[in-house]
């Protein structure tokens, strides 16, 4: 479940705290002047170092130290970790009320976002399915954690950067809490209620939900062609957000939200089959950046378009061979069914683009080969625009969920020419097949500018120290911070 702690900012002297335990952050060269904290680096029991972290005790006050390292080096990013690790060591320590000293590097509010990020994020667990009574954790810690977060900022303005991080962590704990349910709970229907939910308790939000019959109606060949396989009821999944005060081109999110994938008929290895309840998160990141988006009021038009099923082999299932017509009127070979994340974008995107949007970013678990490429550190990066590209990197630099930006080319585009049919999903040689998934969407994308994010290799296991194992909530910060840019 995604711990609920409470976010505040205080000005004045950060000594006045009423918190049970003071997090100080230390920079290489710069004296520390909170005293038991000085002692500690005075008697050289603690570096300055980045990650290095240490406790004191004076005054019936608990002090922990955080090593921020140069100056010079200071990142958002490092605001993160620092704060991370700094929320963990206070979780062993049983502490109940955080109040961080607003570092003096860096800029102020950005620091502070940061740090509530970092908190909040590390701070989270998926207990939910865990019957063991009492107090403690699997750790033997307090099971219920840090309750609450305060910035002690001084004269520093940071109310606004404080509030809107903790806005985006707490959607990306709920991404974390859809992606890690199992798909016999995170059903195509679950995801629907969510999106209900959503619509429900914001403001400017409008939402349809498409069943089976009328996927198969509006001859959704592509989508359709995946949930054949499955008793379990698909859904298309969309959400508008309008704000009266909008600004600049409309925008589409794409979410990838297969809920099982076996592979069907091209069923996988039993080996770590059972990851594959993540292959929804894509979809988990587009829904509840959605909804941070319309809690946060941001003046933009957005249409986020999820489409999700199961991924089964079954007497019903599609075969490798068969030929489908698109939503858009192009053919598909359907050669493997295990690459079924394209099918069912295909139509989505070109759904999303019938519906108005005028830039447009897909997050999707589409590949295996982007997790050897580019591991767990950068998402793969593909566009048709390098103005519209230029907006999503920045965004996701500002965020720290990294992407590198790989080629888009006539010949794999030739790749995936079809036998039989216009194009193939899965081309025999497995030249470039992150790349040949990319080529596949922009066939469903027309002119409209696209970025495609392969999360394949970042939703879950990231390892990075404020997310470590199970779902990351990758991407959702880095969809608010693109919308907020946008309305900007
Ligand atoms: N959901 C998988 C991709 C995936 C694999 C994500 C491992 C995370 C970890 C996707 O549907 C898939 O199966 N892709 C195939 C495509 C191939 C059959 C062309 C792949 O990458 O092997
Ligand atoms: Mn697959
Ligand atoms: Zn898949």
Redesign the pocket.
Known sequence: MASKISVTTRSGDPAETAADTRVIGLAEGIDCAVEPVAKLVQSGELKATFKRVGVAHAHGVRYIAVGLGKPEDFTAERARVAAAIACGRASELGAKSLSWQLPEIGDGATTAGAIVEGTLLKAYKFDRFKSKSGETDDEGDDKNGVESLEIACGEADVAESTAAAAIAAVAVNRARDLQNLPSNVATPSYLADRAAEIAATHENVEFDIHDRAWIENKKMGAFSAVAKGTAEEPRLIVIRYSHPDATGPTLGFVGKA?TF?T?GI?L?PSAKME??K??MSGGAAVLEATAAIAELGLPINLISVVPSTE?MPSGTATKPGDIVTAYNGKTIEID?T????RLILADALSYCVELGAERVINLA?????I?IALGSTYAGHFSNDDDWYAQVLAASDTTGELGHRLPLHQEFADLIKGKYADIT??PAA?KG?SIT?AEFLKHFVGDTPWVHVDI??T?WDMNRPYVGNGASGFGVRMLIELARAHGA
Not at 338 to 341: C, F, K, R, S, V
Not at 365 to 369: E, N, S, V, Y
């Open positions: 297969v994938d592979g091209s996988k990851e594959m993540f292959d991924n493997n295990d690459a079924e994340g678990t589409l590949t295996g080969a997790v999903n899965a497995r097949s998934a394949a290799g939703a």
